[in-house]
């Protein structure tokens, strides 16, 4: 195989005041995600926090990856919720 059509699933395990930033005004920002990474992004919602599920190839996974993680954790912008 040459990369092509190899799927594979991922997850990232976040607080759950994480998720409302994941998510975005009406979903805009996981839609935003989607689209950029191409991976496919699905948010089970946990009472203890939430679990990112990723599916996609190993690019786009790593994509989705990387983006989330910008989103969740904000460079110290004092950004306090």
Same mark, same amino acid.
């Given at each position: 195989a040459n990369g092509h059509g190899s799927m594979l699933?991922?997850?990232? $395990?976040?607080?759950?005041?994480a998720t409302g930033r994941i998510i975005g005004?009406?979903?805009?920002? &996981?839609s935003e995600l989607?689209?950029?990474?191409?991976?496919? =992004?699905? &948010?089970?919602?946990?009472?203890?926090?939430?679990?990112?599920?990723i599916v996609g190839t190993q690019e786009q996974v790593k994509s989705a990856k990387e983006? =989330?993680?910008q989103i969740a954790e904000p460079s110290t $912008?004092? $950004?306090?919720m």
């Open positions: 699933q991922d997850h990232l $395990e976040l607080p759950s005041a005004m009406g979903g805009r920002q &996981i989607r689209q950029r990474s191409g991976a496919q =992004i699905d &948010i089970d919602k946990a009472p203890t926090g939430c679990r990112i599920r983006l =989330i993680t $912008e004092g $950004e306090t």
